[in-house]
Nanobody, 122 residues
Framework: QVQLVESGGGLVQAGGSLRLSCEASGRTFSSYTMGWFRQAPGKEREFVAIIWGGGSTNYADSVKGRFIISRDNAKNTVYLQMNSLKPEDTAVYYC????????????????WGQGTQVTVSS
């Protein structure tokens, strides 16, 4: 069982930055593919970013060039650095972990965090 705890959300003005963190329990963190998702009010949850165990990354087009996903396996933590934030980035952000290797980015996750609210004011 893996537990994921997100932190770092908050209120920020448009154009600002935030860094989200997601700390995972367990001793095999480096083997997990980690993803970030978000869900805005009235909308479905959507993929934001992914980082595979080997360090490769991929991003949704809407955040490409603004967000950076990274991981520190020694700290069992994955990060999402969010720059040039826009009001449309407002959402609850979730991290997720997937043990089985897959090239897909938005399915097959085994564990989810409780989410952290990000609000971007205009």
């Amino acid at each position: 069982q893996v537990q994921l705890v997100e932190s770092g959300g908050g209120l920020v003005q448009a154009g600002g930055s935030l860094r989200l963190s997601c700390e995972a329990s367990g001793r095999t963190f480096s083997s997990y593919t980690m993803g970030w998702f978000r869900q805005a009010p009235g909308k479905e949850r959507e993929f934001v970013a992914i980082i595979w165990g080997g360090g490769s990354t991929n991003y949704a087009d809407s955040v490409k060039g603004r967000f950076i996903i990274s991981r520190d396996n020694a700290k069992n933590t994955v990060y999402l650095q969010m720059n040039s934030l826009k009001p449309e980035d407002t959402a609850v952000y979730y991290c997720a972990a997937r043990y089985r290797y897959s090239v897909t980015v938005n399915s097959g996750y085994d564990y989810w965090g409780q989410g952290t609210q990000v609000t971007v004011s205009s």
